[in-house]
Structures are given as C-alpha cells and as structure tokens.
C-alpha cells in the first residue's frame, strides 16, 4: 500500500494508450461487457475499443482478432471460476460433490459480476461456430474432463457432461430465457432440487 | 392418389403470389429457416421473402411484424409438437412419464426436421427479448403449465421447468454446442441417464 498508493497518485498523467496493462484491461472489460450484451456476432474489434476508450489498432495489437478477443475476454473470467469449480469437486467428500457443485454454480450465476461473462458465453456459442469452438475449449478440455478424472465410474466423462447439462439449463431457463416460476423462485429452493439429480449423475447407478 | 395427382400435373401455371395456401406455407417454412439459420436479430422479412420466393409485402400482408412472423413460424412447428408431448405426459402410467417424456424429446431433435425450428427457437430466444417472450408463451404457457396440472405434487411447475430445463440443456450441449462426448454418445445411453432424472424431477421426492 505504502509502496504504490503515492506511487500511483505522483505519476504523471500519460495518454490511454501509453498505460498498458490498464489500457489492456479496459479492453477485456469493454470485450465482456460488448460481448455479453451483443453475443459474438454483433459485436466488433471498433465497438469494444470505443467501449474502451482506446483505438481500434490497440485491441489488435494486444489480442489479434476479434476471435482471439473472445477467448481472452472469457477465458480470464472463466479461468479462475474453472479453477474454483474444479478445487470444489475436487475437495471434500464425494458424496456431496452435487451439492458443492450446484452451489458454486449457482453463486457465479446469482452474482452479478460473474454473470456478465457466463451470459457472453451462452450468448455467443449458441449463436456462432467460432464462439462454440471456444466454449468447447475452454469448458470441455479445461474443466469438465477434469472433473471427470476424479470420479471411479464408468463414463464419467458423459455423467459430467448430463449433470453440467442441467445446470446449463436451470441457467438458461432462469437467468436468460427468464421463464417463470424458475426466474424468480428462491435459489435454495432450485438447489435443493437440483444438487441430488447432479450428484445422481456423478456418483449415482 | 388418383384424385389429386392428375389434377395437379394439368393445373395451369399461376404466379406464386397469387397461389395463397401455398405461399402462406412456404412463407412460413422459409421463416423457420432463415430464423434457425440466424437467430432472430439477423433474421429480416425481407430474406424471409427471398428464400421463400415472394415479395416482402405479401409476407407483411399474411402475418405482420418480423415479430408476428416469428411466433407464426414457430408456432406451427411448436403446436403439434406440444400437443404430442402433452398427450405423452397426460397417457400412459405416471411412473413412467420421465421415460415417454426423454423420448419424444430426443425423437424431436434427432429428426432433422422438428430439430430447425427447435434450433430456431433456442437460438433467437437466447438472444432476443422478443423471441424470449415468443418462447415464454409457448413453452410455459401452452406446455410446461398443462403438464405440471396434472402432476399430484407440491411445487409442479417448478419441478415441471426443472425437468425441462436437464432437457434443454442436454439439447443445448449435444444439438447446439456439439460438446463430446455427449454429441456423438448413443442416444439410448443419453436416455437411460437423463429419464430417471426427468422422472425424480416431476413425481419424486
């Protein structure tokens, strides 16, 4: 604190652009942001940089094309909710595995800040081949595989797969879709429904 | 057979437009199309009426707004297919409805045919209010409402939505987002494991 704090407010005032890693931020921001409002498609390398307050040409020179926005834009919010997720599954006992996994899920979706880029994902994957390519990257190989590594039964691949499968769609019905009653029903009224069907799936017959 | 194939071959040629029954129809088969091709924001009456072969302002004249069209669109393809799976739900013993339920929604979106105007509406209702709306009223009102009347169990349009929702997003990973292993698995596996979940979640605990 000592360290920076005065640092920061000494320093003299530079030009956006001039201020990487802030300048570099502000564009996967703006990238989340265009994204999850717009989906892929809608969205452009000029939009995100206008969001940004940047250039065109510096969202390109930090991350190529718009496709490679995408995946860092993601992949930044995705990457520790990935992390989480896996440390979740892969602590604590196994026979409450669902309920752990049911609520981070959940969580990140109840949170107004983790919702953004989960939104940017379903929006731009269901929509475009590019942004499903980076979903199946990012989801499949990173973290479902993983969990299912831990798990002693046979496909445990496909069970990971039908347990996220229906927490994709409670997501979809409820903060997408917005169908009533699940849109507004109480979360522990949903979880306690949905946390035994997903530990059905990963350890269950 | 013998009635209406001769008439036919010694119809005299008309121009489409004015053919009204059968460009109403190839209106509303070019609209499924171009909406589960695109989504519904990229989606104009104006592609509509080239794909279908027709001035823009015969589609404007048959159904109205690009919103109007839409729920035209999905509606016949929706209705019967609601119907179907309300008559499923509402025949046949209670204990085995998770079953009959998976099914005849696999059997919809393995067939190419009912699976474009399935990706029609996933894919326009994900990203656009408008669609979403077009989803809500058909989906919960006309179906998920009348399935749930006839559960005997507390909470039956929520479980009904929940049981919907691991089918939507089974649907969603296998159909949309094409995530392995569950886009290539058997169907018949895929069934053995979501039917007992769909059953848990209508008449279970």
């Known amino acids: 604190m000592t360290d920076t704090a005065p640092r920061r407010r000494g320093r003299p005032s530079r030009t956006q652009s001039a201020d990487a890693p802030a ?84 969580g990140l979706w109840e949170n107004p800040v983790t919702r953004t880029p989960l939104l940017a994902i379903v929006r731009s994957a269901v929509n475009n081949e590019t942004a499903a390519a980076v979903f199946r990257r990012l989801v499949a190989a990173q973290l479902m595989r993983r969990i299912a590594g831990r798990l002693d039964v046979p496909d445990a691949e496909l069970r990971t797969e039908l347990a996220a499968a229906q927490l994709v769609g409670v997501a979809m019905m409820r903060y997408v879709i917005k169908i009533e009653p699940v849109a507004s029903a109480d979360p522990e009224q949903i979880i306690a429904r949905i946390a035994p069907v997903v530990q059905r799936h990963l350890t269950g017959p």
Chains 1, 2 share one sequence.
């Open 23 to 106: 300048a570099r931020d502000r564009i996967l921001a703006a990238a989340r942001e265009e994204f999850s409002e717009r989906g892929y498609d809608k969205t452009s390398v000029r939009g995100i940089a206008k969001t940004a307050g940047v250039d065109s040409a510096l969202v390109h020179h930090y991350f190529g094309t718009k496709e490679q926005v995408f995946e860092a834009a993601v992949e930044v919010a995705f990457s520790p909710a990935s992390l989480k997720v896996r440390d979740v599954v892969l602590e604590g006992p196994l026979d409450e595995v669902g309920e752990r996994m049911t609520r981070l899920i959940f």
